[in-house]
Each structure stands twice: as structure tokens, then as C-alpha cells.
């Protein structure tokens, strides 16, 4: 197939906005000759250049698949309102950045899926690439379509586009996958066959292949593979080591978010916050070693030339050897006029210590801690207990430390919440405001940014409810008045933005026709608060007939079969139950470094699990 | 101390793709370029410290540039032959280097100096040469070309300092230079745009800045 004739293009990209989004070239883009390789694959981040680029789950499966000789991985993005406005009058499909080849040419489209208010771009994104929408619309002139990502846990409200869901970590199964489809097409074998031979690869869940049946009242009432051949569930994949991290990142021309040297030092998180879908979905915790980090920094800043590092995990104070790393980062690079930052640190005065180490590197702002709750009560329930004294204390060291703004995360809405758990939230605001106000006067600012909870598949807090949307509103309207004329800053979602987030990430796959028909009826880019597309929506679910409260606002009873069963992440059903009737008893459950509470990764995992001492996982 | 610093000059050609990339992009493209050569650059003082970068003149998205210009500052001089070499490895592929020179502390600032742009217009193949003559002869016969530039009105007839239409293998060329100074900036998409042509029909390059000479 032909690359689109490049003057077409240009002078589209004359009209649009920041047309740099589109044109690729950038530092470390990595072009290969398209007849050398047998293998192609375009890998897609459902939103515009600026958001997706930065995903460093994009720039790892880039880097391992480039990195094949017999492969070659291009990108692709949603193109902008205006972009694609000129492309559907033009008749100009979706293309990919590096050799401007439309998608349909590639035999794999890889569409990137960490939460869920990308589904209808990536409806879009097929639709723009005159791909038929359904993949039993397809056969086998079409790409094959796959998905990875945080929201592929519970992927059955797209079950109806894709021909297959990559579960878990993708850095071994994606090649696999790539080899395999490449082996099968060649000898001939037809789409059904295909499908069937993927299914058996570990991780990889061919929702085709399976029935779901219902009962009376709209639950699951079976979950059936439709060939003998197919597994009856499929297990995430992990990799038991960290591998090697891509250093040669691309460095984009156009400003993106997180526009910085991203580095990985640790997956996975030990902690068990109840609500945290993260917290469950990437055990067991994987730590990369200090020395390692430390190169890749080096190689990262050679290859890339950017001035700001960002080390990322799900709680960088837990590194075993965090103090070591910041310390040896400020001496290796403090002369390399870069900025470091360090997010999610844990509430402790050894968070600014760590944060201190790092001296001037340390780029201006606030300072971000994240309680998720405020009363003693709320944080037992969610498992994320904070003594009151340790709490005032790290934000007197914080403000001691030179900082002048403190952010604090809350969450409402969480199950067993009261009013005077809300009430609690902004007390907190209060005394750190005057804790601050105390140690260094009137410039001292606060924000309270106060998100929703939405109950999320496989954690422990799967079966409960949403907070209708009255009761959220009545909670923000205590906050809002409680924040008022008191140099607090409040920030917040409005109830409703939340619905869409809570429908389909707890939703079955009755929910992809809801989801075509809001993608028809014109929702996209639903990510953007800015075009509200909640009308939309609840049209959709009443065309289709199905009603959006069964998603949201009802209690699963215990014994349910949730959409989400058949996909396991290592983690049993079994031990969610415990730590939510632990929740419901008041008991919390400790850091699982210290103790085994048997969640289910080592019966699943431990076969993996490396002996090298030098490979550390948070199990005991 | 600040007779230590060299200051470099970089001619360079913007071409392909990064012809879509605005100033403020390539601004920082070219500080992240430099990063990568592991030069001793200098940087701005004070608690965010930058590059200290400084590009001659904003090129029009979608324009080529064949011979821009910018300054860069080392903390001590390196051979040009060994910067080079550098820089060649670190530029992206379509932003080419044409040259480099050592340029005294003392002289003006690029901005300041400049003072007019040449640029070769290819038409529309469509374009009738009769034609196009004739309306360019139009507008020139007119005392004053006013064109409506966001909220202001600017005078082209001001900023065009010489045009000429030839014809080159076939194709149409305008050839026009217009004032590139910081109060008077002619651009010739505007100019095309009196002449009823899409500029995003044409292919528009910069070929040259002309800076005031000491």
C-alpha cells in the first residue's frame, strides 16, 4: 500500500493547529525500511500526540518491538477536532507518524487503554482508518486489533471492537503475540483459527471465544469458553524482572505533558489501600536496582537532552534503597542543570528528607501528599491509616523546609462515609493551613483537590456502590462553603463526571452497544471535561435499552459472577473478600513487606519468582 | 569573565517535517540539541537556569528555512571543526547544519540586526503566468496595500522591499524580500493572500536574513 501522498497532507496540516502533532521526525523516532521486516505494528494512544506521547507503557512496547529485527512499531494518535474535520472531508484515513502509512496497512493495530474515557477515541480512531468498528465485521484483509493497559482488566465493555485483550504486563506477550499472528497468517490459517490459536497464549483473552449468559435480573449468570481449546480464564502476565528500560525515548518536538525523562524504579505497590485498583492489578512489587536507575539516567540525558528526570512509581518512599538513589542522583547529576522530580511520597517527615537530599534539583512548586482521608474512621476503612501526629508533623517539616504551598489529595464518596468524615477533610485543610500560616505567614497557600471515588474492579471494594449523585453533591457543598474566605483552594469534580468512569469500568459487554451508539450519537475525546458529553451518554444507554444505575449506583451481592471474573490477577477473589469484611470490621491490614496475607501472587507468580538476591520483590 | 564566553553562530536549513514546528518548539528543540552535544554551555544565572539560545527571526509554520541563523554561548572556546562534529549527531535529521562561526561578545544581538528576509515562493502549478503578472502589476500600481493582520492594519506596500516572477524547470517562482525588523515584519503568505493564492499551495522558503553590517 501506498504512504499518503505527502502535499495532501501538508497542506492540511498548513489550517490546523499545531501541526507538529502530526508529522513525527522527532529525536530517536525510529524508522525502519517497511519491506525489510515481515511484522508491522502501529501503536496507538487513543488521545491527541500531547497526552499520549508522554505514556511510558507506549515507549517501552515501541523500544521492545523495534528492537526486533523482524518487526518494526510505528505510532499513531487521535488527531484534534480540525485535523480530522479535513481528513473525513478529504477522504484521508488515519495515518501513522513515522511513515505516514494509513493504519489499515499495518498488520497489527495496537491501541493503548489505561482508563476508560478513551474508548470512544479509540472507536474513532478505527472508524477514521476505515476499519470496520466490530470485530465480527472483520476478517482477514483487516489488521488484527488488540489492546494493553490498566483499564484491560475489566475489558468487557469493549469486548465487541477488539479481537483480543493483552492482561497484564505486555513486555513478553506482546512480541510472542506479534510472532505468533505473523506465523499463523503466513501458513495460511483463516481468522477463526487465528483467534483461537492466540487465545492460548498466556495472557492473552480472545473475548470472541467466550458466552456470556444472564439471568433474570441483568447479572451474569455464566461465563463459557465456546471451543474446548479455550482456557476457561486467563491470568495476567508479569515479567519477575524489571526489564532493561528504554533510554532513547523520543523527544517530541510540539510541548506534551510530563514532557521529561520518565524513568521507572519500582512496579507495584505493598500497601493495600482497598480502593486502589493499581495497588492490586501490578503485584507483586518489582524494585529496579539503584545502580541500574543511575545509568539509565545517564543514557537517558545523553540520548535525550532533557532537563527534567521524573521518577515514577506508585510510592517512591518505598524503594528499599530511596534515600541511597536520591543521594547518589544529586551527586552524579547536580552539574547537569536538571530538575528531579520524586511523586508519590508517602506521608512522612522521610519524604522531605528524601525530597531535601535532591537540593536544587528539585523543580519549584508544592509540595503533593495524597491522605486519601481524613478521619481516623475513613482511614481505617480504606486502609490507609495516618497517625495525626506523624501527618502535622511532616507538614511542619515540609513548610520548615523552605516549601510555601502544600497540596493534599482526598477522596469522598468512599463507602461508609459520613458527614463528618467530610467535615474531617476540611479540618485537616485548616490546621495544616494554620500550621503553615504559623511557621511562614500569610504566603502560605493550601489546595484541597477532592476527587470521587468510583469503585473499582478487583479490589476490595468492587461490590459496593457509587454515591449517588446527590450525596456527592451535598458533600462538595459542604467543602465548598467550609473552603470559602479561608485561603484554602478547592478543587473538585462535579458528580456527574464521574458517572461515565464508574459505568464502564465496572461494566459487562451489553455496555458496547452503549458505547458505539454514544461514539455515533458524537462523544469523543470524553477524557476532555470540556465538551460534556453526558447527554450523549444517557441517550445512548436509552437507545440501547439499558439502564446506566445497574453499572453504578446498585451493591453486588457477594456471590455475583462479575464481568471481570473470568480475568485473573493473581490476587483471589477470595482474599478481596477477606480484606472488604476486614474494612467492614475496622481492621487494617499491614504493608505485605512485613507479612504474607497470602493474596494470591505468590500461589500465582512464585513459580517466576527469580532466586538472584540482586532481584527484589516485595514479597516476604 | 565575560570575555571567556564564545559566542557561536549557527547558520542551519529547517526543512521536512520540522517545518511544521513553531518557534517556541524549536527553541526548545534546539536547548535539548545542544544538551545532547555535551558541550560546556552556558546557561542563564538564577534558580531555573536555562539555555542561553537566540534565534534570529520566527520562521512561519509550513515555511522552509535554508538559512536561518542562531547564537549559542560556550563557557570557554572549542575548536568549530569539534562543535560541529557534535552538533551533527544531536540535530534532528531535517534541521541540517550549514555553518558555524565564532562571533565577538560586542556585536548586536541577531534580532536587533536583522533587517530583511528573502523568500523563493513555488506557485500553484495552476497558475497562470499572464495572470499572475498582471495582478502583481495591480497591486503595485495601488498607493497602499492594506492588510487586516489580527486586530491591526499593516501597510505591505511598506514592508515589500523587491519581488520578482521567473520561472524555473517549469514551475513558477516568485522571488520577494520584505523588512524583518522587530517593529516591521513583512510576510509573504500575507502578500500571496492579496494575490487570491493559498499559501498552503505553494511551497514558501526563506533563503536568506540580511543583518545590518558594522
Not at chain 1, 216 to 228: A, C, E, L, Y
Not at chain 1, 318 to 329: M, S
Not at chain 2, 131 to 158: G, H, N, Y
Not at chain 2, 171 to 178: G, S
Amino acid at each position: 500500500m501506498q504512504n499518503l501522498k505527502s502535499i495532501d497532507l501538508e497542506k492540511i496540516l498548513y489550517h490546523v493547529e499545531k501541526p507538529g502533532r502530526y508529522v513525527g521526525g522527532e529525536h530517536n523516532q525510529v524508522l525502519k525500511d517497511w519491506d525489510s521486516v515481515r511484522s508491522h505494528v502501529c501503536l496507538v494512544f487513543p488521545d491527541i500526540y500531547d497526552i499520549g506521547q508522554p505514556n511510558l507503557g507506549l515507549a517501552i512496547l515501541y523500544d521492545i518491538l523495534n528492537k526486533q529485527p523482524d518487526i518494526l512499531a510505528e505510532r499513531a494518535f487521535a488527531p484534534w477536532h480540525d485535523l480530522e474535520t479535513e481528513m473525513r472531508q478529504k477522504h484521508l484515513p488515519l495515518f501513522s507518524l513515522e511513515s505516514k502509512r494509513p493504519l489499515a496497512a499495518f498488520d497489527i493495530i495496537g491501541i493503548s487503554l489505561p482508563y476508560e474515557s478513551l474508548y470512544t477515541n479509540a472507536l474513532n480512531i478505527l472508524d477514521l482508518s476505515g476499519i470496520p468498528l466490530l470485530s465480527s465485521q472483520r476478517n482477514s484483509e483487516h489488521p488484527l486489533i488488540i489492546a494493553g493497559g490498566q483499564a484491560c482488566f475489566n475489558p468487557e465493555p469493549m469486548a465487541d471492537f477488539f479481537d483480543a485483550f493483552v492482561i497484564g504486563e505486555g513486555e513478553e506477550v506482546t512480541p510472542r503475540v506479534v510472532r505468533l499472528y505473523d506465523l499463523l497468517k503466513s501458513s495460511g490459517k483463516d481468522r477463526s483459527e487465528i483467534l483461537i490459536a492466540l487465545s492460548q497464549v498466556p495472557g492473552v483473552y480472545v473475548p470472541s471465544l467466550y458466552e456470556v449468559a444472564y439471568a433474570q435480573n441483568g447479572t451474569i449468570s455464566d461465563v463459557m469458553p465456546k471451543f474446548s481449546a479455550v482456557p476457561s480464564f486467563v491470568t495476567k502476565q508479569i515479567v519477575p524482572c524489571l526489564p532493561p528500560h528504554p533510554t532513547k525515548l523520543i523527544v517530541p518536538n510540539v510541548e506534551t505533558v510530563h514532557d521529561r525523562l520518565s524513568i521507572e524504579i519500582m512496579r507495584g505497590c505493598t500497601r493495600g489501600c482497598r480502593f486502589c485498583h493499581a495497588g492490586i492489578v501490578n503485584r507483586p512489587v518489582r524494585e529496579r536496582p539503584i545502580d541500574e536507575i543511575l545509568q539509565i539516567i545517564e543514557d537517558g540525558l545523553t540520548a535525550t537532552g532533557y532537563e527534567e528526570i521524573g521518577l515514577l512509581s506508585l510510592s517512591s518512599s518505598d524503594h528499599t534503597q530511596i534515600l541511597e538513589l536520591t543521594k547518589a542522583v544529586y551527586e552524579r547529576f547536580h552539574d547537569r542543570k536538571v530538575f528531579v522530580s520524586l511523586p508519590s511520597l508517602r506521608i512522612a517527615s522521610f519524604s522531605v528528607e528524601l525530597m531535601d537530599e535532591l537540593r536544587e534539583l528539585r523543580p519549584g512548586g508544592g509540595f503533593t501528599l495524597a491522605p486519601e482521608a481524613a478521619s481516623p474512621r475513613m482511614q481505617t476503612i480504606i486502609n490507609k491509616p495516618l497517625d495525626n501526629a506523624v501527618f502535622e508533623e511532616t507538614v511542619r517539616t515540609i513548610f520548615e523546609h523552605g516549601w510555601l504551598s502544600l497540596k493534599l489529595y482526598y477522596m469522598i464518596g468512599l463507602p461508609g462515609e459520613t458527614m463528618e468524615d467530610v467535615q474531617a477533610i476540611l479540618d485537616a485543610g485548616k490546621r495544616v493551613l494554620a500550621i503553615g500560616r504559623q511557621l511562614r505567614g500569610n504566603r502560605v497557600k493550601i489546595h484541597l483537590s477532592v476527587g470521587n471515588f468510583i469503585p473499582k474492579p478487583h479490589t476490595p471494594f468492587q461490590w459496593y456502590p457509587l454515591n449517588s449523585t446527590e450525596e456527592l453533591q451535598t458533600k462538595l457543598d459542604l467543602l465548598k462553603e467550609g473552603t470559602r474566605r479561608t485561603g484554602i483552594k478547592l478543587s473538585y469534580n462535579i458528580p456527574d463526571s464521574t458517572l461515565l468512569e464508574a459505568w464502564l469500568s465496572r461494566g459487562d459487554r451489553r455496555l458496547g452497544q452503549v458505547i458505539l451508539r454514544a461514539w455515533q450519537l458524537g462523544a469523543k475525546f470524553d477524557a476532555w471535561g470540556e465538551n460534556d458529553n453526558m447527554p450523549l451518554w444517557r441517550q445512548a444507554f436509552e437507545d440501547v435499552g439499558l439502564n446506566p444505575d445497574f453499572y453504578a449506583f446498585r451493591e453486588r451481592p457477594l456471590d455475583e459472577i462479575l464481568p471481570w471474573d473470568h480475568l485473573h490477577t493473581g490476587v483471589t477473589k477470595a482474599f478481596l473478600r477477606r480484606d472488604l469484611e476486614w474494612s467492614k470490621q475496622g481492621r487494617t491490614r499491614g504493608d505485605c513487606r512485613e507479612q504474607c496475607y497470602a493474596c494470591g501472587i505468590l500461589d500465582a507468580f512464585g513459580k517466576v519468582r527469580p532466586v538472584s538476591p540482586l532481584v527484589y520483590w516485595g514479597c516476604p | 569573565m565575560i570575555d571567556q564566553q564564545a559566542r557561536i553562530r549557527m547558520t542551519y536549513a529547517k526543512i521536512g517535517n520540522l517545518r511544521f514546528i513553531g518557534h517556541l518548539d524549536l527553541q526548545r528543540l534546539f536547548e535539548r540539541a545542544l544538551r545532547r552535544t555535551n558541550l560546556p554551555l552556558k546557561y542563564t544565572q538564577g534558580f531555573s537556569p536555562h539555555l542561553r539560545v537566540n534565534l534570529a527571526s520566527a520562521l512561519p509554520l509550513g515555511f522552509i528555512g535554508e538559512a536561518e541563523q542562531m547564537d549559542f554561548w560556550l563557557e570557554e572556546p572549542i575548536p568549530l571543526s569539534e562543535i560541529a562534529e557534535r552538533l551533527r549527531v544531536s540535530l534532528p535529521k531535517e534541521l541540517v547544519l550549514k555553518d558555524l562561526q565564532s562571533i565577538d561578545n560586542q556585536k548586536p544581538s541577531l534580532q536587533a540586526a536583522l533587517l530583511s528576509s528573502a523568500y523563493e515562493i513555488v506557485l500553484p502549478s495552476d497558475t497562470n503566468q499572464t495572470e499572475i503578472q498582471t495582478r502583481i502589476s495591480d497591486l503595485e500600481a495601488q498607493p497602499a496595500l492594506p492588510f487586516q493582520r489580527r486586530k491591526k492594519t499593516v501597510d505591505l506596500k511598506d514592508l515589500i522591499i523587491s519581488w520578482q516572477l521567473s520561472e524555473r524547470a517549469g514551475e513558477l517562482i516568485l522571488k520577494i524580500e520584505m523588512k524583518s525588523t522587530p517593529l516591521e515584519n513583512g510576510r509573504p503568505d500575507e502578500f500571496l493572500s492579496l494575490l487570491n493564492i493559498d499559501p498552503a499551495d505553494c511551497v514558501i522558503v526563506r533563503t536568506k536574513l540580511t543583518f545590518l553590517e558594522e
